[in-house]
């Protein structure tokens, strides 16, 4: 422990084996952090220090022994939509026909606030029990859904941002606002919301095919008068979709171009999917600072194609993981990280297990501009943690058995693991979910 500390610096110790990293492991060989029985100190939820457990600990303080476990910064999930929890795994379409089928029907319940708030309870347990502590979530058009989305945070002390989806063209009647309500209403909810506790509001115009030119317009506009907000959206999944968009907008260059023209390519902003994209638009996501949210398991199962994380790192864009439930098949980031790795090898890269880790924590704080907060266990940051047993199932004991250095573990962890696989997850320090308990 450092030695300069006193009992009063750290109101909660939790010794374990410590990973993180400081720096993005493509580009930096000492970007990993391992250290072996580490104590990691906290105060009030940040982090104080983390070092080399020396056996000496003053017992004024709290302390989680996770001696035989491994603690990574909580995941990242870059984009996801609650309402769609209850469709996860609905047989046989792709993107629009699904959107159609299953999403829009479903979506149309979330008018109901006590419904809006069994459901957003249920995800952010899920959230918890998969070790994921920050996410970018999808609401609904209808402001009571926003509602409970956040007070189910808050109730956790989550760090999340969300948004009321703004959609008013090309969807059934019940699921259209208008330009002027989606402009009304999300106002009233950054009011209510926005950098209020931990939570962190998204405008969230759904695609470009749901909304209008002056909806568009609106969702620039709410950028404009309020400050430190989010943009989160899709854009090119699908072959369909992005013809369709050529359609409807004959006036631009390409699907990106759109959100450009109506000022939603910015910093903060989050766009789902980015597969049919070309170097141009790419560009323009780098100059811009919007991230990329990379979907595997929802592009797999939607069939909408390879992305390919080597094209947005060559020109520099901001990438981070996604579940992007329900569309996605799993809330475990493990078995999205496993997907990642699949899909890589499909498009002829590969996908280190320590490149996976890092997007799923710093690369994802980064590409949500959270990394001040968040990513890793630098000094002052918030303590959200996910504590980890590589030893959960059977067959990922035998395997690690085999596992010769930690660049093996971290791999077959992905590969293998899923929710049974995290013992516990903290937020702010503070033990929010534990295994079997
Ligand atoms: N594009 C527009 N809406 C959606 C959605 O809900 N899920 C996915 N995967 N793509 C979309
Ligand atoms: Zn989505």
């Given at each position: 422990m450092n030695s300069t500390l006193s009992a009063c610096d750290y109101d909660t110790a939790v010794r374990a084996d410590f990973l993180h990293f400081v720096d993005d492991p493509d580009r930096n060989d000492q970007a990993c952090q391992y250290l072996k029985d580490g104590l990691l100190l906290l105060k009030q939820g940040r982090v104080v220090s983390l070092e080399k457990y020396n056996g000496d600990l003053k017992d004024s303080a709290l302390l989680y022994n996770y001696s035989d476990k491994l603690i990574m910064p909580g995941f990242f999930d870059t984009h996801t939509h609650y309402p769609q929890t209850d469709i996860i795994a609905s047989y046989g379409a792709q993107l629009l026909e699904w959107l159609e089928k299953f999403t829009f029907p479903t979506e149309r319940l979330f008018c109901d606030r006590e419904f809006a708030d069994g459901v957003a309870d249920f995800f952010c347990d899920e959230l918890l029990r998969n070790g994921t502590t920050t996410s970018a979530v999808f609401a609904t058009i209808h402001p009571e859904s926003v509602d409970a989305i956040f007070s189910a945070a808050q109730k956790r002390d989550m760090r999340l941002i969300a948004g009321k989806v703004m959609m008013d063209r090309n969807a059934p009647d019940y699921l259209c606002d208008t330009a002027e309500s989606s402009y009304a209403q999300s106002a009233e909810l950054i009011e209510r919301w926005h950098q209020k506790g931990r939570s962190l509001y998204a405008v969230t115009p759904r695609f470009a095919p749901t909304s209008s030119e002056q909806q568009l317009e609106a969702a620039g506009q709410l950028l404009k008068d309020y400050s430190g907000l989010y943009l989160q959206s899709h854009v090119a999944e699908n072959h369909a979709e992005v013809a369709w968009v050529a359609k409807l907008f004959p006036d631009r260059r390409s699907y990106i171009d759109v959100y450009d023209h109506y000022g939603l390519l910015t910093e903060r902003a989050v766009y789902g999917?980015?597969?049919?994209?070309d170097e141009t638009d790419r560009q323009r996501m780098a100059e811009t600072g919007a991230a990329m949210a990379f979907c595997p398991t929802s592009n797999l199962f939607l069939g909408s194609g390879l992305f390919s994380i080597a094209d947005a790192q060559s020109q520099n864009v901001r990438v981070g993981v996604a579940?992007?439930?329900?569309?996605?098949?799993?809330?475990s980031m493990l078995q999205t990280l496993n997907e990642a790795y699949k899909v890589s090898q499909m498009a002829g890269q590969t996908l280190t297990a320590m490149k996976a880790f890092y997007l799923a924590t710093l690369g994802g704080a980064k590409s949500l501009y959270l990394d001040d907060k968040l990513g890793n266990f630098a000094v002052g940051k918030e303590a959200d943690f996910v504590v980890l047993d590589l030893q959960a199932t059977p067959i990922m004991k035998r395997r690690m058995a085999k596992a010769d250095s930690i660049t093996d573990q971290l791999f077959a962890l992905m590969m293998l693991g899923d929710d049974r696989a995290v013992f516990a997850t903290h937020i702010m320090g503070q033990c929010q979910h534990s295994r079997g308990s």
């Open positions: 999917h980015c597969i049919h994209l579940t992007d439930v329900g569309g996605g098949t799993s809330f």
